[in-house]
T-cell receptor
Framework: GQNIDQPTEMTATEGAIVQINCTYQ??????LFWYQQHAGEAPTFLSY??LDGLEEKGRFSSFLSRSKGYSYLLLKELQMKDSASYLC??????????WGAGTKLIIKP | NAGVTQTPKFRILKIGQSMTLQCAQD?????MYWYRQDPGMGLKLIYY???????DKGEVPNGYNVSRSTTEDFPLRLELAAPSQTSVYFC????????????FGDGTRLSIL
């Protein structure tokens, strides 16, 4: 079966750095997305990785290792507004998007 | 600059009733999707469409139907509502295939009692 694993919940301190991991076992790989979802709101696109390496976009960076079936989202200089769920989603060999359950990130002052 | 618009935002249905969840996008996107999101679970694809007149089943299509008569609109029909269909429903669109970012509507919170 196809599976995406993310930690259920993480806690971090305002101003710090946090890394949210995503591991996947899918039938093939054609790309990986990270989305942010604030409570009661719609998911919004953060990043897309299809090649190995680090993609940096402001305070957010996303890393991919296809050989390890692994990605992480790195959030720097955490702000209270970063409290949200972070969803990892993988495109499989049939170009179907498989979603993880998401990681709820709690930011404390 | 509306993006993806879903109506209604909230609805309570009785078991056995039917309803249509509306979704419209003004970005001229070809691909549209319907998801449901249950607490603690990932998004589950119900149906998707790659263009007007073309629809296909996703992972959890039972109990639902869709149509795509125009590029803009992609309504989701629930027939004979059941408590298991209590969920948050999201409509999304993208320019082309699944390797493009999806733009989501604000969701419809549906309770079946």
């Amino acid at each position: 079966g196809q599976n995406i694993d993310q930690p259920t919940e993480m806690t971090a301190t305002e101003g710090a750095i946090v890394q949210i991991n995503c591991t996947y076992q899918t039938s093939g790989f054609n790309g990986l997305f990270w989305y942010q979802q604030h409570a009661g709101e719609a998911p919004t696109f953060l990043s897309y990785n299809v090649l190995d390496g680090l993609e940096e976009k402001g305070r957010f960076s996303s890393f991919l290792s296809r050989s390890k079936g692994y990605s992480y989202l790195l959030l720097k200089e955490l702000q209270m507004k970063d409290s949200a769920s972070y969803l990892c989603a993988v495109i499989d060999s049939n170009y179907q998007l498989i979603w993880g359950a998401g990681t709820k990130l709690i930011i404390k002052p | 600059n509306a993006g993806v618009t879903q109506t209604p935002k909230f609805r309570i249905l009785k078991i056995g009733q039917s309803m249509t969840l509306q979704c419209a996008q003004d970005m001229n996107h070809n691909y549209m999707y319907w998801y449901r999101q249950d607490p603690g679970m990932g998004l589950k694809l119900i149906y998707y469409s790659v263009g007007a007149g073309i629809t296909d089943k996703g992972e959890v299509p039972n109990g639902y139907n869709v149509s795509r008569s125009t590029t803009e609109d992609f309504p989701l029909r629930l027939e004979l509502a059941a408590p298991s269909q209590t969920s948050v429903y999201f409509c999304a669109s993208s320019t082309t295939g699944t390797n493009q970012p999806q733009h989501f509507g604000d969701g419809t919170r549906l309770s079946i009692l």
